[in-house]
C-alpha cells in the first residue's frame, strides 16, 4: 500500500531553518510529481511546493518563494523542503501529497517561535 512518512519538523526560532523530508512507498515513486502542503490551525490547507518526476520544474506559493527549496532523491523515493528564513507564518504542519491524488503523509509540525 501507498505509505509517505514525514520527518524533521520541529521548534526553531525567526529565522532559523529546516529541512523536511518524505519516504514514499507503494508506488513507482520516480514517475510523478510531488508535493508539500501545510495547514496552519484554523486555516485551510495549501499548497507550499510541487516539484515534477523528475525533478526539471518547481513552483511554490508566492508566500514562500526564495525561501524554501524543495528537492528529491528518486534513488531514495524521498522528496524533500528545505526550509530557510523561517517566520512566525509558517507555523503549521507540514504534508507530503502524491500530488493530485488522496494520498497523504501523517504530517509534521513546524512551530516558529523565539
Known amino acids: 500500500q501507498v505509505q509517505l512518512v514525514e520527518s524533521g519538523g520541529g521548534l526553531v526560532q525567526p529565522g532559523g531553518s529546516l529541512t523536511l523530508s518524505c519516504v514514499a512507498s507503494?508506488?513507482?515513486?520516480?514517475?510523478?510529481?510531488m508535493s508539500w502542503y501545510r495547514q496552519a490551525q484554523g486555516k485551510e490547507r495549501e499548497l507550499v511546493a510541487l516539484i515534477t518526476d523528475g525533478g526539471g520544474w518547481r513552483d511554490y506559493a508566492d508566500s514562500v518563494k526564495g525561501r524554501f527549496t524543495i528537492s528529491r532523491n528518486n534513488a531514495k523515493n524521498t522528496v524533500y523542503l528545505q526550509m530557510n528564513s523561517l517566520k512566525s507564518e509558517d507555523t503549521a504542519v507540514y504534508l507530503c501529497n502524491w500530488y493530485g491524488t488522496q494520498y497523504w503523509g501523517q504530517g509534521t509540525q513546524v512551530t516558529v517561535s523565539s
Open positions: 507503494g508506488f513507482p515513486f520516480s514517475s510523478y510529481a
